[in-house]
């Protein structure tokens, strides 16, 4: 059974660092790109990042470009999200996801990350 | 980048009603389009994939459809577990991988 499982999340505050993790289960990993996708509350989903299958290429919204980095580590199937300077404005449900494969789409059930003083 | 606009915002409708939500994209991308139900607390569910099949195990009260840039999502026969927010998201080629401003469809 395909299964991704997020890890990670938590309360923060404003300014500070955190990387979550997503562990990918029953496929192979490598052969997939991989992204991040957040909903803050009472907002719609809002895609963040995604990573090529290799690692070699990464994207990133506009709203997260240069404050974050996403990362994967194909020996340990493990997926990753970088979040540095933190502010209120990323507290939201992150769901990492298989988005661009039709019927093999899949999403984990997502981490909370809550950014507060 | 592609723009998703879907329509309407909001959506309320009785147990039998058919229901219609529309995307329009704001360039070609092909049939590159996911429709997703997402229920709070939960994983987003698809329910359509390649603008117009059914993914596996989703009821066949629904349906979407595919008209140029234009798409849309279609159930039949709304059903009380219908309820739930629904979103578009295209995929066409590199990201980002576009939604759409989801449509909450109450009963």
């Known amino acids: 059974e395909v299964q991704l499982l997020e890890s990670g999340g938590g309360l923060v505050q404003p300014g500070v660092s955190l990387r979550l993790s997503c562990a990918a289960s029953g496929f192979t990993f490598t052969s997939y790109a991989m992204s991040w996708v957040r909903q803050a509350p009472g907002k719609g989903l809002e895609w963040v990042s995604t990573i090529s299958g290799s690692g070699s290429g990464t994207y990133y919204a506009d709203s997260v470009k240069g404050r974050v980095t996403v990362s994967r580590d194909n020996s340990k199937n493990t997926l990753y999200l970088q979040m540095n300077s933190l502010r209120a404005e990323d507290t939201a449900v992150y769901y990492c996801a298989r988005l661009n494969y039709g019927s093999e789409t899949v999403w984990g059930q997502g981490t909370l990350v809550t950014v507060s003083s | 980048d592609i723009q998703m606009t879907q329509s309407p915002s909001s959506l309320s409708a009785s147990v039998g009603d058919r229901v219609t939500i529309t995307c329009q994209a704001s360039?070609?991308?092909?049939?590159?389009l996911n429709w997703y139900q997402h229920k709070p607390g939960k994983a987003p569910k698809l329910l359509i994939y390649?603008?117009?099949n059914l993914q596996a195990g989703v009821p066949s009260r629904f349906s979407g459809s595919r008209s140029g840039t234009d798409f849309t999502f279609t159930i039949s026969s709304l059903q009380p577990e219908d309820i739930a927010t629904y979103y578009c998201q295209q995929y066409d080629s590199l990201p980002p991988y576009t939604f759409g401003q989801g449509t909450k469809l109450e009963i």
């Open positions: 390649a603008a117009s």
């Open positions: 360039q070609d991308i092909r049939n590159y």
